[in-house]
């Protein structure tokens, strides 16, 4: 043993042994007791101040607590007899515990403890599929969360704490609405057929907004076909692996954690004032020569503060009102949870919880606008044979309800309705007191008030049950079974609401917004999954070689079954049932489905000396959805990876303590975009024809053109990735890079439509995508504090090579208004691409429009229009003309450069994070509703962005000139693209724990409160009355929230 | 002892794989094997013909006739090749499904009678459907069976024009001599009849007997001769089997009252039970699809029988309303009459409002407006169309007409309205304008002849009015080769009265019309636009699919 300078540790465990002769005998004599003294210092020899020190007895049932003083010593007399063992812990190191000790009477006892901080873990356990493998022999591309990252944040599912953690994970949002959860994608386009990542929650494939995120234990991601292959036809586009809690404390412990979140929208848009309104609609009516919307008695009327003035038996609304802030002003979330759970040294492990959210909708105050969520689970295990057989099960029921007001036409749903017709002259009410309506449109109050209830009921009930066996040393056989049944009920009342002129009622049966007569539809399915699945494990360690090899074969069910009944005529326009209604019972749609999966699966892990590293997986899946011709798809994968850190030459230095070189190649399967039967030739019977005779004729039509031919789509990639930690693994790094190519992706077949029939889609494209992802973790503790700072960079970009079965050149669809997005694929582009016109700013002066190029003859520029560029013509030559040939990609919608920044601190039970997030680059297509007030005949408002619109005195405008129904500025454009880059302080937390004085027995184990905000600030250069984070075009749509949010943990 | 756990496990695979079963069949649709056999099959198997049939309300804001929201660009002359054609692909799958039904009828256990009646009502709608297709891209191929991928029909050439004519009059003559009366299905109303094939065959030999009478550029084997007097005989035929007979209520004939009167031959129905509405009632008041511009109203004649420009009943344009005094009682109900009952609020008198109502100033009436969502049927074809055909066809075979061929038809569409009657369903004229009905006087050579009239003029005239709003006035002008001459004009509205409109701005022409589109922004190109392109994406997928003459 080396020997140590002489430091201020061995100086304070001098003073301590010596100490034990002067007075340590007096004491003991009398009491039959023993003194346990200690040092706690760190690995610098800094001594830690206020470790906590728990001293247990099992024989006598003694237990008692102390901490260390500022000297980092702690001192304790306690009674001899039985073994006593001491944990010792401190905030930001790993504890020990030192067990086993016979204490003798009047003796001191003395321990020196050394506290490693709790730095990166490298003997951390990562769950990956059919098992767990430690972190250091991983060789595929897997990101691993914790616990940790889920608890005491105010988030409505797993994926929003994945955000902005997860290198490589693009996460997306199309609206803010309670019961709407963000999408995600694992290393971007997989395929056009995209159906999301496989999830597996403690081995059933589920939905992870149905998990109650404080009972997850961990969420691995798994991203490269190494370790996804296992999963083989449906893993294409990465795998979560969610584990639930168990026990871990072999005494009760119970769980409470509360928390309480007051939303506001993040950005909105404002609109104008009525005044400002009238006089833009007048100036956009009278540029094409139409008569003033707003005569002079309605602009009298405003300045009046009259609401409304009666032109003939229609209303001219007058007002001043702001339905944006009306109607949209803040919502609340609340969420509690409890769980109980102990680990008996008999082997039963239990977890019980429950969890209970509430989120309260921005409308609630009018009308239907909420989800509710509750969750049960029971976690179970139990050693039948000690160390030969072991049960383990896992249930869980959710049950959430989402309340909404239902719209025939889901684009008219109250926010929308409220950014394009509820303009700032309509208000609430007209000047006979009856709710104004522009048009036959919906007021929104009336809407929310009177216009019905939707409600979603979904029950999800999954149980998983896993015997585990060991016959032999080294072999672990396992049989689990498990079930999943989803039962969902919709339904959706539409009621039947008046609208008034100002001469009285206006067309009798009239209803709320587009929807028809008051109907009422109710719709239940239930979907049951069945699974079996054997495995066998085989570990096994000859010298320096170690294997370990699995095998299993496992087979899946699923049967669909749906019911819908539809009626309108709605009796007394009250009660929501179908037997009120007066039509016959119609769309009765029955689309169930069954579908079955068999599969077998291996795995070969090797490595020599823990240096050498090699793994390779291969799966075989058939399944029914295919004909016999191609029912079976097989998906191999290997990966290697070289420890480099443990080989001689590393040893001798200090700045690289680990570092790995990764290397993968595999292949899954994607088999979304099939149907459940397309091998098979269908006649569909639906429809209605109302004969007088037979008046809910039927029809029966071929379903599509079968095809034996087609087969899983293959996605392999190839991934190179290199871990490093530097300075005792302070600082790690993760870097990976990849080539996904979904080498035969299912696409629409071109064939001319003169064959008559939808015809299958074939493997005919093919999609590459490219990316790296990089992630920094640096974790210290400088004394008291105890920081960390992760740092998380993806990029990746596709590219659809081939896009059809025969070869064409790019055309692009004809001018339109924003439809390119995203449906228009292109061969030779990437997936989100628009196309359009480019653009130079606008015509300023008559002349410069009189003397351009049309598109085709389109008449009627002039100054303040756009000016769309000729760049090509059919001989790829500029032609002096504006047509398609013109057409170009002008931007991508797809997020790039993703990335994510964690801030971490910690001091004397105070703590700090801060999780920064966004996307470099991204383009954002503002769709003609959002820019062009007057386009459209159903448009009645406008918004403060669009008073900035082209005038002589405007020339560099963000919209060309007010007109209305100049369909001329709203073709494709880059006009329209803006930059949707951001980033945004996307969580903030501040908590405070006590941890109480280490008595007898603390009754409260832990207490922590916090403050938690979410989605505080961003910055971006969008429009600022659009959300950059959400994927639609127009803007328009149920907000995303800033939530401030208190919350407490509290354990005993 | 290992080897019995070895074997237990390898049992327990076994188990496994024997218990896969991925053979899975459909759980809610037929097999092909298991239908076409009982008379129900087949009728089912056309049922969703008759959805599809594609009502062609819209056809209209393609003429200078009407005037939406916003300039049509097929009107305007600004229309572009499109990649996609919303009617080729629709045609093609309707001709689908009846190349299907013709394929495996045979095979029900039914009468040949009963057979043929439906192969009838097959072949009728592949005719109907390639009327569609051939009116508007020329020569298309032509498919009579049903192709998959490996078709080579699917890579074929255009057939022609000539060729595909006549297997449509082939398939309409086939129906025409298999499917029954009216009279003889009573029932079965909604369903094609031997009225409709034939309404059908006066149709397309009508719009092909004039098409290639007045499109002397296009060569054709087709005489056109022949065509007009097959379109005469089929109109003739249609007329003394005495199966229709006009409806006296022209008002209600388009809304609920009038469903299923003796004068409709052939519509798209629909019902709140079965989900579907007449989208027409809803798109001329709050969609503004169309409405009438003041070419449409000028077509109206006076109450002597004379165009208002001879008149000298025309009493003039202002005050506002006054042009419907003295006219053809149609144009009342076809175009609403100002202070006739408000459609939202009877109690009022209806005013045009330019902001919520019509940017000419005219709005129809025909078609609307019921309850909403409306339930009346869609008309495809009624009686007044064979009785124009007659008329129409008789006059083009030889630049001349018998008044005893006028009396059964123009005189006989005339005679719906009878002299001093209120119009039944019609709204009651109020006080300011003359309360009795005029009917319209007969039409004979000698009122041609003695007032200076143009005969083909008025022929075509009256086929404006009465079928306005119908879907007919595209067609027209295009088998007329009149588009040239009437699509780049000025679309004019109402003439603006200051007394009833002081606020409304609104651009006017030298007589105080409305301009709702100058002639400045309006074109047509007569080598180009009577036909339209052939979809781009059709053409790069078949490269032998040759682009229309200027597309």
């Known amino acids: 043993m080396k020997c140590k300078p002489l430091n201020l540790k061995w100086i304070i465990f001098t003073v301590l042994l010596l100490s034990q002769f002067f007075n340590g005998v007096n004491v003991n004599a009398q009491l039959k007791t023993s003194i346990v003294k200690g040092l706690v210092h760190s690995e610098n020899n800094q001594p830690l101040v206020g470790a906590s020190v728990l001293i247990k007895n099992i024989q006598t049932n003694f237990t008692a607590g102390t901490k260390s003083d500022t000297a980092g010593v702690f001192s304790m007399q306690v009674p001899i007899g039985g073994q006593y063992s001491f944990t010792i812990s401190f905030i930001g190191y790993d504890p020990k515990t030192f067990s086993g000790y016979n204490l003798k009477e009047g003796a001191t006892f003395v321990l020196d403890v050394e506290l490693k901080p709790n730095l990166i873990n490298l003997d951390q356990v990562v769950v990956v599929g059919y098992g767990s493998q430690k972190k250091v022999n991983l060789t595929g591309a897997v990101t691993t969360l914790t616990a940790e990252d889920f608890e005491n944040r105010p988030i409505k599912s797993p994926v929003d704490a994945m955000q902005g953690n997860v290198a490589g994970l693009t996460v997306q949002s199309s609206n803010g609405q309670p019961g709407s959860f963000s999408t995600f994608k694992i290393r971007g386009q997989t395929s056009i057929n995209s159906g999301g990542a496989l999830i597996i929650i403690d081995g059933l494939p589920g939905n992870l907004n149905n998990v109650n995120s404080q009972d997850i234990e961990s969420i691995s991601v798994l991203k490269d076909a190494a370790s996804t292959a296992i999963y083989g036809a449906r893993a294409a586009e990465g795998v979560i692996l969610v584990t639930t809690k168990q026990a871990k404390s072999d005494k009760i412990k119970v769980n409470y954690s509360a928390n309480y979140a007051y939303q506001t929208p993040t950005r909105l848009p404002k609109p104008t004032t009525g005044l400002k309104f009238m006089q833009m609609a007048n100036e956009a009516a009278e540029a094409v020569n139409a008569a003033d919307p707003f005569p002079a008695s309605a602009i009298d009327a405003n300045a009046k503060g009259l609401g409304s003035i009666a032109n003939g038996s229609a209303w001219i609304f007058t007002s001043n009102t702001d339905w944006v802030k009306l109607l949209m002003k803040s919502s609340n979330q609340q969420e509690h949870n409890i769980s109980i759970s102990k680990s008996a040294p008999n082997g039963l492990k239990y977890f019980f919880s429950t969890g209970w959210m509430g989120q309260d909708g921005l409308f609630k105050n009018y009308g239907p606008d909420g989800y509710k969520q509750y969750n049960f689970r029971s976690n179970i295990s139990c050693d039948i044979i000690q160390n030969v057989l072991k049960f383990d099960s896992r249930v869980s029921y959710t049950n959430s309800t989402k309340d909404y007001i239902p719209t025939g036409w889901s684009v008219w749903d109250i926010p929308y309705i409220t950014f394009v017709q509820m303009g700032p002259t309509m208000p609430i009410y007209d000047s006979l007191g ?584 961003e910055y971006s250069k969008l429009l600022n009355a659009f959300d950059p984070e959400l994927n639609v075009s127009g803007g328009y749509m149920y907000p995303i929230m800033r939530s401030f949010s208190f919350g407490m943990n509290l354990s005993f | 002892m290992k080897i019995t756990k070895y074997i237990f496990i390898l049992g327990i695979i076994t188990l496994f794989a024997s218990c896969a079963k ?156 298999n499917i029954p009366q009216q009279s003889a299905i009573k029932s079965d109303i909604g369903r094609i009849t031997k009225g409709a094939a034939l309404t059908l065959q006066a149709r397309v030999a009508l719009y092909y007997g004039t098409y290639f009478k007045f499109h002397t550029e296009v060569s054709t084997n087709l005489k056109y001769k022949d065509l007009l007097t097959l379109a005469q005989t089929a109109a003739k035929t249609v007329i003394d089997s005495k199966e229709y007979s006009l409806y006296k209520d022209y008002r209600n004939l388009f809304l609920q009252a009038g469903n299923d009167c003796a004068e409709q031959i052939m519509t798209m129905r629909h019902t709140s039970s079965a989900n579907t509405s007449n989208g027409r009632a809803r798109s001329m008041i709050y969609d503004l699809t169309f409405n009438p511009t003041k070419q449409l109203a000028d077509a109206f004649l006076s109450s002597d029988g004379l165009p208002i420009t001879k008149s000298p009943l025309f009493n003039g344009y202002v005050p506002y309303g006054t042009e419907f005094s003295n006219r053809d009682p149609r144009m009342a109900l076809t175009i609403w009459r100002p202070n006739d009952p408000n459609y939202q609020t009877p109690a009022q008198p209806f005013v045009c409002d330019f902001r919520t109502n019509s940017s000419t100033g005219y709005i129809f009436k025909k078609y609307a407006f019921d309850v909403l969502p409306s339930t009346a049927n869609d008309i495809l074809m009624r009686y007044p169309e064979d009785l124009l055909i007659y008329a129409e066809a008789a006059y083009e075979l030889n630049n001349s007409i018998s008044d005893a061929d006028l009396d059964i038809s123009i005189n006989a569409l005339r005679a719906r309205f009878i002299t001093g009657d209120v119009p039944i369903g019609g709204i009651a004229p109020n006080t300011t304008t003359s309360s009795t009905i005029k009917a319209l006087p007969k039409l004979t050579n000698s009122f041609i002849t003695t007032n200076g009239l143009d005969m083909r003029a008025e022929i075509r005239r009256e086929r404006i009015v009465e079928l306005a709003a119908e879907g007919f006035r595209y067609d027209d002008i295009i088998r007329w080769k009149t588009a040239e001459n009437e699509l780049p004009t000025s679309l004019l509205g109402i003439k603006l009265d200051k007394v009833t409109f002081p606020t409304i701005t609104k651009p006017l022409d030298a007589n105080g019309f409305v301009i709702v589109q100058a002639v400045s922004t309006r074109f047509f190109d007569k080598n180009k636009n009577y036909l339209f392109p052939i979809p781009l994406q059709e053409i790069s997928y078949n490269p032998k699919l040759t682009q229309n003459q200027g597309w």
């Open chain 1, 434 to 1017: 009856h709710y104004s309506r522009f048009r036959k449109q919906s007021n929104a109050m009336q809407l929310l008030r009177e216009g019905g209830e939707g409600n979603k009921n979904q029950q999800t009930l999954n149980g998983s049950f896993t015997l585990d066996f060991y016959p032999i040393k080294d072999l672990k056989v396992s049989a689990f079974g498990g079930v999943t049944m989803t039962n969902t009920g919709i339904m959706e009342f539409n009621r039947t609401a008046e609208r008034w002129g100002p001469l009285g009622l206006l067309d009798n049966p009239a209803v709320v917004g587009q929807g028809g007569l008051s109907n009422v539809l109710i719709s239940k399915d239930n979907n049951n999954y069945e699974t079996v699945q054997l495995t066998a494990t085989y570990k096994k360690k000859i010298n320096n070689h170690e294997f370990s090899l699995l095998g299993g074969v496992s087979q899946e069910n699923t049967k669909y079954d749906y019911l819908q009944g539809y009626r309108t005529g709605i009796i007394a326009n009250i009660l929501p049932a179908l037997n009120l209604g007066t039509s016959g019972i119609t769309n009765t749609a029955s689309p169930s489905y069954e579908w079955s999966l068999f599969s077998a699966f291996s795995r070969l892990n090797y490595s020599y000396k823990s240096k050498y590293l090699f793994e390779a997986n291969f799966r075989a899946d058939a399944s029914s959805r295919f004909s016999t011709k191609h029912r079976w798809g097989q998906f191999p994968s290997f990966s290697a990876g070289w420890r480099v850190s443990e080989e001689g030459f590393m040893k001798n230095q200090g700045v690289v303590s680990n570092l790995k070189i990764r290397s993968s190649w595999g292949q899954t399967g994607n088999q979304n975009g099939l149907g459940y039967y397309d091998y098979i030739a269908q006649y569909a019977v639906g429809g209605y024809y109302p004969f007088p005779n037979d008046p809910q004729a039927q029809w029966v039509l071929a379903s599509g053109l079968p095809s034996e031919d087609r087969t899983w789509e293959t996605v392999e990639i190839l991934n190179e990735g290199i871990d490093i930690g530097f300075f005792k693994n302070r600082l790690s790094v993760t870097a990976d890079y990849f080539i996904k190519t979904n080498k035969n992706m299912l696409m629409n077949f071109a064939v001319p439509s003169i064959i008559g029939i939808s015809v299958p889609t074939g493997n005919v494209g093919q999609l590459k995508t490219k990316g790296w992802e990089v992630s920094m973790t640096w974790k210290d503790r400088i004394n008291k504090v105890g920081y960390n700072i992760s740092l998380n960079l993806s990029d990746q970009l596709d590219n659809l090579e081939k896009y059809a079965n025969v070869n064409i050149a790019p055309t692009f669809a004809g001018p339109g208004n924003g439809n390119l997005l995203k449906t228009s694929y292109t061969q030779g582009y990437p997936m989100g691409s628009i196309f359009g016109y480019k653009t130079d700013g606008y015509f300023q002066t008559p002349a410069d429009a009189a003397n351009y190029p049309h598109i085709g003859n389109t008449p009627s520029i002039t100054a303040g229009d756009i000016k769309y560029l000729d760049i090509s013509g059919p001989d790829g030559k500029p032609d002096g003309k504006i047509d398609q040939f013109d057409l170009t990609y002008i931007g991508n919608t797809t997020p790039r450069y993703i990335f994510g920044i964690h801030i971490g601190a910690d001091w004397n039970g105070f703590d700090f994070s801060a999780l920064i997030q966004g996307v470099a680059k991204r383009d954002y297509y503002l769709a003609s509703d959002a820019v062009s007030p007057f386009l459209y005949p159903y448009g009645n408002t406008a918004f403060t962005y669009q008073e900035n619109y082209w005038t002589q005195g405007n020339p560099n405008a963000l919209l060309p000139r007010n007109s209305n129904n100049t369909t001329w500025n709203y073709q494709s454009s880059d006009h329209w693209v803006q930059n949707a880059a951001y980033v945004r302080l996307k969580n903030l937390q501040i908590g405070y724990s006590y941890v109480p004085k280490a008595t007898q027995k603390p009754l409260i184990t832990k207490l922590r409160i916090y403050f938690s905000g979410d989605n505080l600030c």
């Open chain 2, 22 to 177: 991925l053979d899975k069949y459909p759980l809610t649709t037929l097999s092909p094997a298991n239908f076409w056999n009982t008379e129900n099959d087949l009728r089912m198997a056309l049922n969703s013909l008759y959805m599809n049939d594609l009502p062609d309300n819209y056809m209209d804001s393609q003429t200078a006739d009407t005037y939406g929201t916003a300039a049509n660009t097929i009107s305007s002359g600004t229309y572009l090749a499109p990649n996609t054609d919303g009617i080729w692909i629709n045609a093609y799958t309707q001709i689908r499904t009846t190349n299907d039904f013709l394929t495996n009828y045979s095979k029900a256990q039914i009468t040949d009678a009963q057979k043929n009646r439906y192969a009838g009502e097959a072949r009728f709608f592949r005719a109907y459907f390639y009327f569609w297709l051939v009116k508007r891209f020329g020569d298309v191929p032509y498919v009579d069976k049903t192709l998959d991928l490996s078709s080579s029909e699917l890579y074929g050439s255009r057939t022609s024009r000539d060729t595909v004519v006549n297997k449509m009059l082939d398939d309409i003559q086939f129906a025409i001599n």
